[in-house]
């Protein structure tokens, strides 16, 4: 196994010492990192021992070891998953040909603007869950946010290495930027639009964790496909620790929905669509998961960028960014003559029509991620058959609330059907979460901290981490 140094200050595995002015610019970042996970990471929680798992090699077995850390103290560090030996670029223009281990001068702009982009979503993530310890509805779970942010932030290391690395002084001032830009700030916010909502309580991460960490394994596959090596490698370790997040994710919300029909089975409730009954009862009511599905799906989905778009047919092209699983994929990987079906707003309604493929990148990458959200899905409705509740949960059309792309300029409802803006204004507080909606959630966060508890409105997960037994101290509050 590919083991990493962890005798110098940032562990490593690509042989920093190697590389002076490398390692200069890193130690000079890591000081500013250092302040901004001080002022930004989990609010409160910066001096307690918290379980967390530490990459310690980049393979995919046994890569990670468990122990109490002081986030603040946790060993970030820039990891990449293998060189494999005599790799071809695999689509685009250069197909066949060698892949790079040094930026090719053309597409210097381009790998830029994707690696600030990438990099940009990981501390604005962090930024965004910051307060969730105060309201965490247990040890596990308080846990599981602290992991899933000390990555982000490692992630975010993984991306300023290929800025510092490959970009010189552009590299460097990219850097400070992705430490000063603030999720949701008015004059400075981050790029990507999902990463300036607000992540105020536990069914928001949970759903973010489903859906936008999603997108970020889509766009992190995409970019390991890259013919520019280093990125492919870093991407790929990346992907390792992304698993986990998505997990928590799809968990948590499964433990949520099984919480739910608990309550409503042992109270006797017969309609599961009840909100006033499932309130009463103080858990998640099945009506307003579902709201909170269609937000943070539809607001995902616009992070795939517009469905037709050149400059993701550029970095396709260029053999920078491919396809999810580009190499399955049956056809000359260079889209030459092919065409793709993307649906567009046609004669006053929702219709599928074939584009050139290259133009059509983005619009097949989505369509790839709402192919996971719909197993996920399958997962979640799996809950109302085994606890004998008679209710579905369902993804909205793609055209539902979309703010880029093809129907951002339209009006559609969960059905994919068009409607007028004086509709969507009667009828989005039923189809999106209501100020109330999401008042009656947040009145639900009081923090539970007693190991192996858990608050009111979640199931307890089938297993510990690492294997730990229920009553485990995740974190040591004391
Ligand atoms: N908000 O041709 P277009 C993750 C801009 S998540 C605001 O439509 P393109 C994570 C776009 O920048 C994954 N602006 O799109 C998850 C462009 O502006 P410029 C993050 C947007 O370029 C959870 C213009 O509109 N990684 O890792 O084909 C926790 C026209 O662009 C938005 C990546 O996204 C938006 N939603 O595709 C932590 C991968 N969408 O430059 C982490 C890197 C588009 O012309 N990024 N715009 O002024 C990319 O591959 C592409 O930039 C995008 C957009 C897929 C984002």
Not at 63 to 73: H, I, L, S, T
Not at 101 to 118: S, T
Not at 199 to 225: N, Y
């Amino acid at each position: 196994m590919s083991q990493v140094d962890y005798t110098t200050l940032i562990p490593n595995n690509v042989d920093l010492s190697s590389d002076a002015r490398l390692q200069r610019a890193m130690e000079q970042w890591y000081p500013k990192y250092l302040d901004w996970w001080n002022d930004m990471g989990p609010n409160g929680f910066q001096g307690f021992d918290v379980y967390l798992r530490t990459a310690v090699g980049v393979d995919s077995e046994g890569w990670a070891r468990f122990g109490y850390v002081k986030m603040p103290e946790y060993r970030w560090g820039i990891l990449l998953a293998p060189q494999v030996e005599n790799r071809k670029i695999a689509f685009g223009e250069h197909i066949g040909e060698p892949v790079w281990h040094e930026i090719p001068g053309e597409y210097r702009a381009m790998i830029r603007r994707l690696c600030v982009i990438q990099g940009d979503t990981e501390p604005a993530s962090v930024e965004q869950q910051r307060y969730l310890g105060e309201t965490a509805p247990s040890l596990y779970d308080m846990r599981n946010v602290f992991q899933v942010n000390v990555e982000e932030g490692r992630h975010l290391w993984a991306m300023v290495y290929m800025l510092q690395k490959y970009f010189g002084r552009d590299g460097r001032e990219e850097a400070e930027g992705l430490l000063q830009r603030r999720s949701g700030d008015e004059d400075r916010p981050r790029i990507l639009g999902a990463f300036n909502e607000k992540t105020p309580d536990w069914v928001s991460f949970f759903m973010f964790t489903t859906f936008t960490d999603r997108d970020g394994k889509m766009q992190l596959e995409s970019l390991a496909q890259s013919g520019f090596d280093p990125l492919s490698r870093t991407c790929r370790f990346m992907l390792t620790e992304e698993g986990h997040h998505m997990f928590v994710g799809r968990t948590g919300v499964e433990r949520i929905i099984q919480r739910t029909c608990q309550a409503l089975n042992e109270n006797g409730i017969t309609d599961p669509g009840d909100i006033d009954k499932a309130r009463s009862l103080g858990v998640v009511d099945l009506p307003t998961i579902q709201k909170k599905i269609n937000f943070h799906y539809s607001v995902t989905l616009d992070l795939f960028g517009a469905e037709i778009s050149t400059n993701a047919a550029n970095s396709f092209n260029a053999g920078i960014k491919g396809r999810f699983n580009e190499a399955k994929i049956d056809d000359d990987h260079q889209l030459k003559s092919d065409t793709y079906p993307v649906a567009q707003v046609i004669d006053g309604a929702v219709k599928t029509q074939e584009v050139p493929a290259l133009t059509a990148i983005n619009a097949r990458l989505a369509d790839d991620f709402i192919g996971d959200c719909e197993s996920v899905m399958k997962r979640w409705n799996r809950v109302f058959t085994e606890q004998n509740v008679d209710f579905q949960l369902r993804l909205p059309h793609r055209a539902f609330n979309r703010a880029v792309g093809e129907f951002s300029e339209v009006r559609v409802d969960p059905n994919g059907s068009l409607i007028t803006e004086e509709e969507w204004q009667l009828k989005k507080n039923h189809w999106l979460p209501s100020n109330n909606d999401l008042e009656y959630i947040l009145s639900l966060m009081e923090q539970e901290v007693r190991p192996g508890k858990f608050a009111n409105w979640i199931a307890p997960p089938r297993a510990g981490i690492n294997g730990q037994v229920g009553d485990f101290e995740y974190v040591k509050l004391n």
